[in-house]
């Protein structure tokens, strides 16, 4: 099984700042990585998948980069409506992962 | 517009058994894997069941492999989620999720809202 570690566990940002979350897998998962966001009492939502391409919707603010084991979710000027708690998966392989989250709370 | 929208969901004992439905629409049914993705209170997501357009393939995780079966029905556009011998550990909010290509092995597109089970005496 692939293990996918967040980093860090929660964030603290003041809005219009640059927040940056990390994830890890512990081995390759290629291009197979995808981000979600979710905000108390909701469903996840898809924020980006293949590493860096942006689901329908979704603002440019948001960005993915990475490859292999290290991935990285930008998001260059935080919104009051982007403080929530971030996932990325791993698809590459079965069974399917996700890392533990990152909580981004307003500083 | 896609919706997928879950039911079955309820209090069972230890040991019990419970199946989900997950009615979807809005998107051809049969032209895409789903999955059956679960958060514990408090906690973060965990995939437990993935099955492919055809119904042919199935995934699960470890967690759950002979106790849960994941089915579908392409002709009623619905996905099911059949749990026995239940454990307190189960306990959690079960969404069904839309893959996002027609590959089993995908990111999720579409969440549903989500149906909690809760496993107690």
């Known amino acids: 099984e692939i293990v996918m570690t967040q980093s860090p566990a929660t964030l603290s940002v003041s809005p219009g700042e640059r927040a940056t979350l990390s994830c890890r897998a512990s081995?390759?998962?290629?291009?197979?990585l995808a981000w979600y966001q979710q905000k108390p009492g909701q469903a996840p939502r898809l924020l980006m998948y293949?590493?860096?391409t942006r689901a329908t919707g979704i603002p440019a603010r948001f960005s993915g980069s990475g490859s292999g084991t290290e991935f990285t979710l930008t998001i260059s000027s935080l919104q009051s409506e982007d403080f929530a708690v971030y996932y990325c998966?791993?698809?590459?392989?079965?069974?399917?992962?996700f890392g533990g989250g990152t909580k981004v709370e307003i500083k | 517009e896609v919706h997928l929208v879950e039911s079955g969901g309820g209090l069972v004992q230890p040991g019990g058994s419970l199946r989900l439905s997950c009615a979807a629409s809005?998107?051809?049914?049969?032209?895409?894997?789903m999955s059956w993705v679960r958060q514990a209170p408090g906690k973060g997501l965990e995939w437990v069941s993935a099955i492919s357009g055809s119904g042919a393939t199935t995934f699960y995780a470890d967690s759950v492999r002979g106790r849960f079966t994941i089915s579908r029905d392409n002709s009623k556009n619905t996905l099911y989620l059949q749990m026995n011998s239940l454990r307190a550990e189960d306990t959690a909010v079960y969404y069904c999720?839309?893959?996002?290509?027609?590959?089993?092995?995908?990111?999720?597109?579409?969440w549903g809202q989500g149906t909690l089970v809760t496993v107690s005496s």
């Open positions: 081995q390759s998962v290629s291009s197979n």
């Open positions: 293949g590493v860096s």
């Open positions: 809005g998107f051809t049914f049969s032209g895409y894997a």
């Open positions: 999720a839309k893959g996002g290509r027609g590959y089993s092995s995908s990111w999720v597109d579409y």
């Open positions: 998966q791993q698809y590459n392989n079965w069974p399917l992962t």
